[in-house]
Nanobody, 129 residues
């Protein structure tokens, strides 16, 4: 049973930074494509950034390019999302998700949020003055 422990969310001022962590248990992440998704009140869940099992391929939503960086440490079964230059519109619950890499690509996973991904519980990010 693949499970995630997410951490790093919180309240930050505009222009600030946060680093989200998604630590897996139950299974290795070595063969999974991983994505970070977010859902703001009244909005649909959207893909933020996704990374291939090897870390060699990444995808970013246009709204976060140049500000966010996704990375992974397969030795520790952990995926990170470094969030810089945060804006109020980044406020959302952020979720990590996994899918077998043979079944998806970073582009596809970030473009389509599916219930049958393996999902974390989410962590709240609030960007406000």
């Amino acid at each position: 049973q693949l499970q995630f422990v997410e951490s790093g969310g919180g309240l930050v001022q505009p222009g600030g930074s946060l680093r989200l962590s998604c630590a897996a248990s139950g299974r290795s992440l070595a063969y999974y494509t991983i994505g970070w998704f977010r859902q703001a009140p009244g909005k649909e869940r959207e893909g933020v950034s996704c990374i291939s099992s090897s870390g060699g391929s990444t995808n970013y939503a246009d709204s976060v390019k140049g500000r966010f960086t996704i990375s992974r440490d397969n030795a520790n079964d952990t995926v990170y999302l470094q969030m810089n230059s945060l804006k109020p519109e980044d406020t959302a619950v952020y979720y990590c998700a996994a899918q077998y890499d043979v079944l998806t690509t970073v582009q596809r996973m970030c473009a389509i949020s599916r219930d049958n991904y393996y999902w974390g519980q989410g962590t709240q990010v609030t960007v406000s003055s």
